[in-house]
């Protein structure tokens, strides 16, 4: 009997050293505290247990050192639970249960997202993405591109000049970057080179001051009109769904000759007229033709050894017919009931 005595005063000792030593930090490790010493599985069940079998005259001493050190326990879990509670809520007035406040997530512009649609197009086929200047020199924005001095081309493109002798611009389209990159790097070259433009025009629902364009350029031996036509096929049906049908219109641009206005059927009433397409079953998407010689000659690339095509689309106008959206102003309005849809 003296055994068990012994054995309980030692037991009751390593538990308050163990009391002494104990912390908590996370509630995790407070109810840990609470299951080993406060609980009805605690380690003081287990010696209650044992009391019962003390011999009467050893059962105050015994008592009184149990009750201590589990009082002992009560007030230093009392102590942690204090800690822990403090460590997470510092004002007693903030209700960490309440649900919080939602953030307002935003969304993706859509003339970001026509743009991201576009690039994924064009890597597929291999173009790289190329970037440039928005303020330009003349011979970038018009000159090389064989925009002669005094030309009416040059009036109508509405520019924006930024140096009385007007040799600085805010780039009308992105075919500057077309000169950059051949100027500056050797064939071949494949790539896209999307950005924003700015032209002198009056605002209206279908025109605006500033837009966004995306320039194609391909640059290679033996590159020609038919690489052109395939390349805006496969991205006609790509962008605007596989039964699109394209159709090229011969027109004018200073820098290209051949020079092709390129359409594509109206996905949406399929050719049958309707008013996105004005009734005529086709939609224009894009300027293009084959790069004029004298365009390679001027960025240092020799016309009889390489060839290429090149076009420019207007991201807005992608937009919006991929949207059927009928006022370009909404893009650059900021008002969150219209971007939010997208
Ligand atoms: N730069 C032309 C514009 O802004 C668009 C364009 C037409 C670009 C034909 C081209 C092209 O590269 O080949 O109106």
Redesign the pocket.
Known sequence: MLKLVLKMIDQLKKIKEELLISAASTKEELEDFRVKFISKKSVFSSLFEKFKELPDEKKKEIGQRLNEVKTFAQARFKELAGQVNQSHVTDESVDVSLPTVPVQAGSVHPITQTYFRIIEIFERLGFNVEDGPEIEDDWHNFTA?NFPPNHPARQM?DTYFLSDDKNCVLR????NV?IRLMSDEKPPFRAIMPGR?YRNEAISSRAHCFFH?V???SIDKAVSFKDLKQTLYHFSKEMFGKDTEIRLRP?Y?P??EP?AEIDISCFICKGDGCKICKHTGWVEI????V?DPNVLENCGIDPSEYSG??????IERIAMLKYQLDDIRRFSENDLRFLRQF
């Open positions: 591109l493109q009308t389209h992105t075919s077309q433009v364009q320039e194609g350029l027109s641009f820098f290209t020079s894009a300027g293009s033709g790069v095509f090149a076009f420019g689309m207007g």
